[in-house]
């Protein structure tokens, strides 16, 4: 069956047009916007929503999970009214009190957030439509994907098939942050609770945004199709042979670097130079040739590869680059490129003009680098610069200056004024490690290496301008050289085969979760943390899923006998698997997966039918995000995305930075009542998922968490059982006690664990338990099959 729907524009035109009544001759008719599309679902309530057509869903959330939020000062200063004090519920001139505020600043990193995927989505997409056309089809999964676009089927009600049916979901999405943006302004939106409806909204429009940039380049540039088996590839400084020139390459925008990469296949260059990437780039680079492109690491890394000298051009793209790479880049003598307009760096724009001479320019030294737009010219201009550069350069590398005097002679002159300790964001023992360096001892350096996020700040703040970046480097070139791990890359998206497979036992509860690693590297205490959770979760058989530069880190640490948990998990998304599904724009495919649950497994309508999709996610899905080192305006726009499908988010020990929590109540009885969709009765199904969005200030509590939330009000008994080992288990083994509110997790006998069973039937006893009703739950009242009087 077809049907038409508004889309693109159709003109008819024709010599002679004769009926009975009349004829007419030469006319043209443009007839609006219409197009074919087949009849493939019926169409939902909610297509292309606006901003405030899934209100009423939002508000069933935030009442259940309330906003706590935490500012960072009392102040509002976003309009010449101000500055306004907000403390002690004093309003600002326009009458904004401070929870209005402090929302309206998360809506605006959210807006930055959506923004930055939409643009980077319409990049890709004007690009890769210039070069294969808008004919060319997505196909990301060929016979195993029959639901390519599950967040674009949600949310708009279509089914895109071609990069130019991309086009028209792209228009939407940025019709929608203007508005969204325009809420912000001084005299608009004053409740708290409409402006987090907001900061959902750009969230769904932030995984829209990011499933169209990520099938768009998936279906043009060959990435692995949704392949469990993903090539295993580099990863880490010590992969290097830095006897070859060496290209940088930073950011998240992979069209510069496929210039590079497809000069050196056309040149035969293979194997006479590397390119390797840091952050999302680096991942989209392997995907698009996993024989070339090698990873060094995570986002945190930029300055700490650039001080090991290694590089000798570096491309910088977009999101998440260094902004002070030229001056970085002049203190080691290498060339940089910057290819987006977003991110122009102060360089004099060449794209115009011949590759040779802008080669010449970069290497006689009369620019320090360029700003080219188009991607072949990147490619030719950054190979040629960097063959000629490197021979000059080889003394350079792999530290600028390599005496152990050097370290000591730095190291003396630390006044131990502890200024850059002050700065640091994870309160390094800066000074202490000088003060050993200074008398030659470089191993309390050494030690900082591995918690020391790369951000710069110490060596901004410290009065003699020590290089304290190149100081731990130097301490731990050991470490540097012996990094050398194996790492799976992105997939892409699941297998309608394999949801299919475990569809089920994710809804009953069996398999105990799905938990996903996302976000940043800036992490409190270190990579270590991340890869010993997911470790944990593995071997409980619970599916882990990474992306970003989350999925790198947990590459970087091998166990004893020198695997890493890429090397020792399947690919898969099943039980006690790790699946990478790849960068940023990626983890769309984290919340296609639990859309496609519902869909596929559930058979619930997907077609712009958000509410009941969010509302089945929410009850019987247990999926928890978890952002350890969440940094950018982009983690909060993905983080919630997954909030408004019902997904809750943990994140690390910098999480208050986020400056509100989504917080349940598991006192408050009330919050917790659903309905039976059987019988429309309201009934208690305790705090699951306990909250939205929580900081935890520890890895196991942070684990303990992890297990507690993926609880769900579908669970069956045999399900429940099974997340409640894991819960009381880790509970235990972390506190030693079993967990206070276990009563509000177990309704019926057959819940408890049988391998404790005497133990909690007596915990129970003690605590009054009762037992309670195990509904079909839903919180939407139009879900109730029998009406409710
Ligand atoms: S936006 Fe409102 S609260 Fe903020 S400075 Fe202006 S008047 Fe004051
Ligand atoms: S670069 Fe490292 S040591 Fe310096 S402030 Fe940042 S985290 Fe701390
Ligand atoms: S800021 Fe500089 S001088 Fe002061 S303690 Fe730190 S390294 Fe030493």
């Not at 729907?5 to 007419?24: I, R, Y």
Request: hydrophobic content about 40%; overall charge neutral; aromatic content about 8%.
């Amino acid at each position: 069956m077809v049907k038409l729907v508004e889309k693109g524009p159709l003109k008819l035109s024709a010599k002679l047009l004769e009926t009975s009544g009349f004829s007419l001759k030469d006319f043209e008719i443009a007839i609006g916007k219409l197009a074919i599309e087949e009849e493939w679902e019926p169409l939902g309530p909610t297509p292309f929503p606006s901003i405030a057509s899934l209100r009423d869903w939002d508000h069933i959330l935030l009442k259940r999970y309330k906003p706590l939020y935490m500012p960072f000062c009392d102040l509002c200063c976003l309009c010449t009214f101000g500055k306004c004090d907000l403390s002690r519920d004093k309003r600002g001139a326009c009458g904004l009190n401070m929870a209005g505020q402090q929302s309206r600043i998360v809506l605006i990193a959210c807006c930055i957030g959506a923004a930055t995927h939409t643009a980077h989505a319409r990049d890709l997409v004007e690009k890769l439509i210039e070069r294969y056309g808008r004919d060319h089809p997505i196909n990301i999964g060929g016979e195993y994907i029959y639901v390519e676009a599950p967040i674009t089927r949600l949310v708009c009600g279509i089914k895109p098939k071609t990069l130019g049916d991309l086009e028209d979901v792209l228009d939407y999405c940025e019709k929608q942050i203007a508005q969204l943006l325009s809420a912000t302004h001084t005299g608009q939106e004053g409740d708290n609770i409409d402006f987090e409806s907001k900061v959902f909204h750009a969230g769904m429009i932030d995984h829209v945004a990011l499933e169209i940039a990520d099938i768009a380049q998936i279906s043009a540039l060959n990435f692995p199709k949704a392949d469990p088996e993903a090539p295993l590839i580099d990863l880490g400084i010590g992969n290097i042979d830095i006897s070859k020139p060496v290209i940088m390459c930073v950011g998240h925008n992979v069209i510069p670097t496929t210039g590079i990469i497809d000069y050196i296949l056309d040149n035969n260059l293979d194997g006479k130079i590397e390119v390797v990437g840091l952050c999302c780039t680096a991942w989209d680079t392997s995907r698009y040739s996993p024989k070339i492109g090698k990873i060094v690491g995570p986002i945190s890394w930029q300055l700490r590869f650039i001080r090991t000298g290694i590089p000798d051009v570096i491309i910088v793209d977009e999101q998440c680059v260094r902004t002070n790479l030229i001056e970085e880049a002049r203190k080691i003598n290498a060339i940089l490129i910057a290819t987006s307009d977003k991110n122009c760096q102060g360089l004099p724009d060449l794209t115009k003009e011949d590759a040779n001479d802008v080669v010449n320019k970069l290497l006689n030294g009369g620019i320090p680098g360029a700003l080219i737009f188009d991607r072949e010219k990147v490619g030719e201009v950054a190979v040629k610069t960097a063959m000629a550069l490197a021979p000059k350069r080889f003394n350079l590398k792999i530290f600028p200056i390599k005496e152990k005097e050097w370290i000591v002679s730095q190291a003396k002159k630390c006044k131990q004024c502890r200024e850059c300790e002050r700065a640091c964001p994870n309160n390094l023992q800066i000074a202490f490690a000088m003060k050993f360096a200074s008398n030659g001892d470089f191993s309390k350096l050494s030690n900082l290496y591995d918690y020391c996020v790369g951000c710069g700040r110490c060596e901004s703040a410290c009065p003699e301008d020590l290089p304290i970046i190149t100081l731990m480097n130097k301490a731990s070139e050991e470490t540097i050289r012996e990094e050398k791990f194996k790492c799976r890359t992105g997939r892409g998206a699941i297998r309608d085969t394999e949801i299919r497979k475990v569809g089920r036992d994710i809804v009953l509860g069996t398999i105990p979760g799905v938990i996903a690693f996302v976000g940043c590297a800036n992490y409190a205490n270190g990579g270590r943390e991340v890869v010993e959770m997911v470790e944990e979760f593995l071997k409980r058989r619970y599916i882990v899923v990474a992306s970003g530069c989350s999925a790198m880190t947990i590459g970087m640490y091998k166990n004893s006998e020198g695997k890493t948990l890429y090397e020792e998990y399947p690919g898969d998304f099943d039980a006690g698997c790790l699946v990478n599904v790849g960068s940023c724009i990626s983890n769309s495919h984290i919340s296609g997966a639990a859309i496609k649950i519902a869909n596929i497994f559930a058979k619930r309508n997907l077609r712009a039918n958000y509410k009941e999709i969010a509302d089945y996610i929410l009850n019987r899905i247990g999926a928890v995000g978890v952002a350890w080192g969440a940094m950018s305006q982009k983690a909060a726009s993905i983080a919630s995305g997954f909030w408004r499908l019902g997904v809750p988010v943990i994140v690390g020990p910098h999480g208050s930075k986020y400056r509100r929590m989504l917080l349940g109540r598991k006192e408050n009885k009330e919050d917790w009542m659903v309905y039976d969709a059987r019988t429309g009765e309201k009934v208690y199904v305790g705090p699951v998922p306990e909250h939205l969005f929580y900081a935890a200030e520890t890895k196991e509590e942070a684990m303990v968490m992890i297990a507690k939330l993926c609880m769900r009000a579908n669970d069956t008994p045999q399900g429940r059982a099974i997340k409640l080992t894991h819960y009381v288990n880790l509970y235990r083994k972390f506190y030693g006690v079993l967990p206070e509110d276990l009563p509000m997790f177990v309704r019926v006998e057959a819940d408890i664990p049988i391998t404790m069973k005497d133990e909690i039937v007596s915990f129970l006893k003690e605590k009054g338990w009762e037992e309670k009703v195990i509904p079909d739950p839903t919180l939407l009242k139009e879900k109730v099959v029998k009406k409710i009087g």
